[in-house]
């Protein structure tokens, strides 16, 4: 990449100190600001990657005017994405925000507005695109391997302790994190749903926290749904499953089925090709190093969210927008919004927005 992209990252909790470690990585990008309430707290995130000379500030308003940014990266608690982009959209800088974009479908349009208003770029990050598994079984359906597809799923059996609901101070509500198992942590794998199979036309939910009683949202979701192709699905999203596993993605048609779980699990077609099991001994399952989440919110590996940024910034320098764009990365957030209806209503059919 030619140019030098300068970084600053907003929020450095968890996944925000995921980024200070990757965002140095990337070609082309320089992280040269942090900013966080808890200004001990970023240089923890500092200190724990070996960077130095780096400033801390408290405030975006500062941050965005004493240094000199191209990019800034939000990573605050989820229900607080919008306000940090908009002031950064707004002092010409562009935005890649984490999971998901925003909460709500409105903060998401405005956020998107102010990008357009701008000129400006937005992203969001959805680094599990980049997992090869997931890539060959888009590219299987781009194909039409699958012929008609009769039904996908996307699965997130994971678990998470009482204690990790009442660190921070905003998990497991509706006002910061949105949701629970479903917004929070199945995001990706929805994401991952419609990204693959394509848009969801409908869905059909129940809902409720099986075993956290103090949280206000959910920990277990179990949707049915229906395709805009006519394809039927599932959606399954908890943090109630002890130990927690890996996603699993599937999906099956007339002439084929896939499954993506910590690799190529299953990749069998009618057509069947000499390079599909050579897919199959590469993307082998057997060389997964952690559950992806499933276990703990650090389970991750963060050479993903690496390759999501690269990609963003590629497409930035050709002048187009990111595949993992604002409009783009609405698509799971309006999924999931369809799916909480439905759950209050009992389950009833909502038609996604």
């Not at 975006?60 to 002031?87: C, F, R, W, Y």
């Not at 597809?149 to 678990?159: D, E, L, R, V």
């Amino acid at each position: 990449m030619a140019k030098e992209w300068r970084f600053g990252i907003v929020g450095v909790g968890v996944v925000g100190e995921w980024h200070v470690r990757v965002t140095p990585k990337v070609p082309g990008a320089k992280l040269v600001a942090l900013c966080d309430l808890l200004p001990e707290k970023a240089q923890a995130a500092l200190d724990k990657n070996k960077l130095s000379g780096i400033p801390i500030y408290t405030d975006i308003k500062q941050m965005l005017a004493k240094e000199k940014l191209d990019v800034v990266t939000v990573a605050t608690p989820s229900g607080n994405h919008m306000e940090p982009a908009i002031l950064a959209m707004e002092a010409g800088k562009n935005v890649i925000s984490e999971k998901p974009l925003e909460i709500q479908l409105d903060r998401i349009d405005r956020m998107i507005e102010a990008a357009r208003k701008n000129k400006v770029r937005l992203a969001g990050i959805f680094q599990n695109r980049w997992n090869e598994a997931n890539r060959v079984l888009r590219d299987a359906v781009a194909e039409g391997r699958f012929g008609k597809i009769a039904w996908a799923g996307s699965f997130t059996p994971w678990y998470r302790t009482d204690k990790y609901y009442e660190e921070g101070g905003w998990r497991g509500t509706w006002k910061l994190d949105g949701g629970g198992a479903i917004m929070n942590q199945s995001v990706h794998a929805i994401d991952l749903l419609q990204w693959i199979v394509g848009p969801v036309k409908r869905v059909s939910a129940y809902a409720s926290s099986r075993i956290h009683p103090k949280i206000e949202v959910e920990d277990t979701l179990s949707c049915a749904l229906e395709f805009e192709n006519g394809a039927y699905g599932t959606i399954l999203g908890s943090t109630a499953m002890y130990p927690g596993g890996p996603v699993r993605i599937w999906v099956g048609g007339e002439n084929g089925t896939a499954i993506s779980e910590n690799g190529l699990h299953t990749f069998k077609f009618r057509d069947a090709r000499p390079t599909d099991a050579e897919l199959i001994e590469k993307l082998n399952t057997k060389k997964a190093t952690t559950t992806g989440g499933g276990a703990s919110a650090t389970d991750v590996a963060t050479d993903l969210h690496g390759r999501n940024i690269a990609a963003i910034l590629r497409a930035w320098e050709e002048g187009k927008d990111a595949e993992t764009c604002g409009p783009e990365a609405r698509k799971a957030v309006s999924i999931i919004l369809a799916m909480y209806e439905s759950a209050r209503k009992g389950g009833a059919p909502v038609d996604v927005k």
